[in-house]
Structures are given as structure tokens and as C-alpha cells.
């Protein structure tokens, strides 16, 4: 039976307690209901995958969205002290070079899309901050999005394996009747 219940777009697969009354929706037809659903079952699974391909683009961010958290927290801290100050930053994946400078009261932010902007020390901290609560809230609900979506594969698949099962014992009834009758 289907459901208009959903989470975040994901409908929710019902569990289905009685064969033939799920059956009636299809025509009484066991091949029709397992097409369908077969096409939902695979809707679902497009969707785990986009999700997992999703939150590992997250957990991918996350970690360098701390380090720039530390880094402006460190000038933040060192701000005033005259010290000059030594770090290393990544030019392109694997390849690093070393900066000296002394006090700043700005960093440059890569934004995405090949967009750089200016923030004042106070600002970057926030703007960080505020991005690195969203995505941790978005990691979690991703989380909690795919176990739903795995509640709902092993529904599905459930659903698919009785509708398979009781078509096969009602072909075999149709069998054995026809046997009982030529005899």
C-alpha cells in the first residue's frame, strides 16, 4: 500500500501485511506489482547514492573548514604580539609553500566558484563558525535521511520478496489443482 507520508521527499514504503488486498491495486497481477516495485525499490537506491555521494562531499569540506577555523583563531590570538608569524598553505593538492608575515587584520576566503573575498579577522571567524554549524547539521541529516532511505530499501524489499513468494505458492495451488483433476 503506498503512503503519502514522506521525509525530505523520500516516501515511505509501507509494510504490506496482506498479499492479495496490496495485489488488488495492480489488477491482481503479482508481475505488475513487482515491476513496480522493482522501479521503486531502484528510486530509492539512486537516492541512497546521491546521498552517500553527498555527505562525502561534507565530510570532505568539514575538515578543512576547521583548519581555516584554527588558522584565523591562531592569528586572531596572536594579533597585537609583533611576532612574526610562519605558516605553511597548500598552492595545489600536494605541493605547499611557507608565508612570514606580521599582524593582520584580514584574511581571503575562497568562497567557491573561483570567488575570493576579503574578511575582516572578527568576520572570517563567524562566517567559519556559522559554516561549519550548517554543515555538521546537514551531515547529521544526511545521516538520519539514509537511515530512513535503508528503512525503506529493506521494506521494499521485503514487500517484493512476499509478493514473489505468494505468487509462487498460488502457482503452485493452480499446479497441484490441475493435477488433482486430470487424475
Known amino acids: 500500500m503506498a503512503s503519502s507520508?514522506?521525509?525530505?521527499?523520500?516516501p515511505v514504503a509501507s509494510f504490506v501485511e496482506d498479499v492479495p488486498t496490496f495485489l488488488?491495486?495492480?489488477?491482481?497481477?503479482?508481475?505488475?506489482?513487482?515491476?513496480?516495485?522493482?522501479?521503486?525499490?531502484?528510486q530509492y537506491k539512486i537516492a541512497e547514492m546521491k546521498l552517500l555521494g553527498q555527505k562525502r562531499d561534507l565530510q570532505s569540506k568539514i575538515p578543512d573548514m576547521k583548519k581555516c577555523l584554527q588558522i584565523v583563531?591562531?592569528?586572531?590570538?596572536k594579533r597585537?604580539?609583533?611576532?612574526?608569524?610562519?605558516?605553511?598553505?597548500?598552492?595545489?593538492?600536494?605541493?605547499?609553500?611557507q608565508a612570514q608575515f606580521e599582524d593582520t587584520?584580514?584574511?581571503?576566503?575562497?568562497?567557491?566558484?573561483?570567488?575570493?573575498?576579503?574578511?575582516t579577522c572578527e568576520e572570517a571567524m563567524e562566517l567559519l563558525t556559522k559554516n561549519l554549524d550548517t554543515a555538521n547539521t546537514s551531515l547529521a541529516a544526511m545521516v538520519e535521511d539514509l537511515y530512513f532511505l535503508r528503512d525503506q530499501?529493506?521494506?521494499?524489499?521485503?514487500?517484493?520478496?512476499?509478493?514473489?513468494?505468494?505468487?509462487?505458492?498460488?502457482?503452485r495451488k493452480q499446479r497441484s489443482l490441475k493435477v488433482d483433476e486430470s487424475s
Not at 587584520?105 to 575570493?116: D, Y
Request: aromatic share 10%.
Open 24 to 42: 488488488q491495486q495492480y489488477n491482481s497481477d503479482p508481475s505488475t506489482a513487482l515491476t513496480a516495485l522493482q522501479e521503486k525499490l531502484q
Open 5 to 10: 507520508f514522506q521525509r525530505r521527499g523520500i
Open 80 to 97: 597585537g604580539s609583533g611576532e612574526v608569524m610562519k605558516m605553511d598553505f597548500e598552492v595545489a593538492e600536494g605541493i605547499y609553500s
Open 153 to 171: 530499501i529493506t521494506t521494499t524489499e521485503v514487500t517484493i520478496a512476499r509478493v514473489f513468494n505468494w505468487d509462487v505458492h498460488q502457482r
Open 73 to 77: 583563531g591562531t592569528l586572531l590570538a
Open 105 to 119: 587584520n584580514s584574511v581571503c576566503l575562497w568562497l567557491g566558484a573561483n570567488v575570493m573575498l576579503e574578511y
